[in-house]
Structures are given as structure tokens and as C-alpha cells.
């Protein structure tokens, strides 16, 4: 069984950086998508940026194009989130996930991480 757990949220000035880092265990990593998504208080759980199998293809939510950047080390089972130029309103626990369909493009997660904290403030 597939397990993520997030590393590297933490607390940021307004204009700041932050990189999120996920490592997974429990099967073959190189063949599954793998995403990161976003909870802020109140708010239901969003969708942020996903990355296919290969590394070669990923999507963003239109919010964070030009800011954000996923990546991943297949050899090392991780997913990375270099997350720049934060703002206070992306204060959210951010999640790590994937879809157990290997080779799977699209955004519909079905495993999760515990989320890591990351606090924005102005």
C-alpha cells in the first residue's frame, strides 16, 4: 500500500519561498502521476499542480502558473514543490497525492498524505 508523507511547510514572509518535498513508499513510484493540493481554513481542498509518470508533463491551477514548480526524483521516490513569490491567502495545509491507476494523466486523486502547514504571513 501506497504511503506520502510531506516535508518542508513552515512559516514565510509575504513574497517568500518555501519547497514542499513528498516521499512515497510502497510500490513502484515511477509509474503512478503524483500531485500537490491545497487546504486554507474554511475553504474545501484545491487542486495546485500534478506531474506524470515520466516527469515530462505537468499542469498547474491558473493561480500559481509562473510561480509554482513540480518535480520529482524517480530514483529517490520523491515529488518536490517549489513553491515563490507566496502570498498570505495561500496559507493552507498542502497535500501530497496520487492516483494508484498506473499511468494515470489526470487530476482525480485517490491517495493522500497527511498535509504539511504552510503559513503566509504579511
Known amino acids: 500500500q501506497v504511503q506520502l508523507v510531506e516535508s518542508g511547510g513552515g512559516l514565510v514572509q509575504a513574497g517568500g519561498s518555501l519547497r514542499l518535498s513528498c516521499a512515497a513508499s510502497?510500490?513502484?513510484?515511477?509509474?503512478?502521476?503524483m500531485g500537490w493540493f491545497r487546504q486554507a481554513p474554511g475553504k474545501e481542498r484545491e487542486f495546485v499542480a500534478v506531474?506524470?509518470?515520466?516527469?515530462?508533463?505537468?499542469n498547474y491551477a491558473d493561480s500559481v502558473k509562473g510561480r509554482f514548480t513540480i518535480s520529482r526524483d524517480n530514483a529517490k521516490n520523491m515529488v518536490y514543490l517549489q513553491m515563490n513569490s507566496l502570498n498570505p491567502e495561500e496559507t493552507a495545509l498542502y497535500y501530497c497525492?496520487?492516483?494508484?491507476?498506473?499511468?494515470?494523466?489526470?487530476?482525480?486523486?485517490?491517495?493522500w498524505g497527511k498535509g504539511t502547514l504552510v503559513t503566509v504571513s504579511s
Open positions: 497525492a496520487t492516483n494508484t491507476r498506473p499511468y494515470y494523466s489526470g487530476t482525480r486523486m485517490d491517495v
Open positions: 510502497g510500490r513502484t513510484f515511477s509509474s503512478y502521476a
Open positions: 506531474i506524470t509518470w515520466t516527469g515530462r508533463g505537468t
